[in-house]
């Protein structure tokens, strides 16, 4: 169902583009923030799923580090680094929306 009417384009030519967002939280202490915008989906899901590894792979390190006393970043839970202050998971995710462009 569409929340909005749908805009006459005078002759205008409607494509898609994709969204990248990365996120993090749930319900009140999710954070969402836009990091790119691209012409093909293939292109944008690739992006994603790039970021996530990265993430991923950031986090690994900076727990590895805590772990052997050489960082000032602390986990926000000692017995599960990914369960913040409200028992909720704070792992950065990304996905992918899509959007239509007028041109």
Not at 80 to 96: K, L
């Amino acid at each position: 169902m569409r929340l909005w009417p749908r805009m006459e384009t005078d002759g205008m030519q409607v494509k898609n583009i994709y969204i990248v967002v990365g996120f993090m939280g749930d319900y009140s202490t999710r954070a969402e923030w836009l990091v790119r915008a691209c012409a093909h989906e293939e292109g944008a899901q690739a992006l994603a799923k790039q970021a996530g590894a990265e993430a991923a792979a950031l986090y690994a390190e900076q727990q590895a580090r805590w772990n052997a006393g050489d960082s000032d970043w602390e986990p926000k839970s000692k017995s599960d680094p990914h369960i913040d202050e409200f028992g909720i998971a704070s792992v950065v995710s990304y996905f992918v929306t899509k959007v239509e462009l007028e041109e």
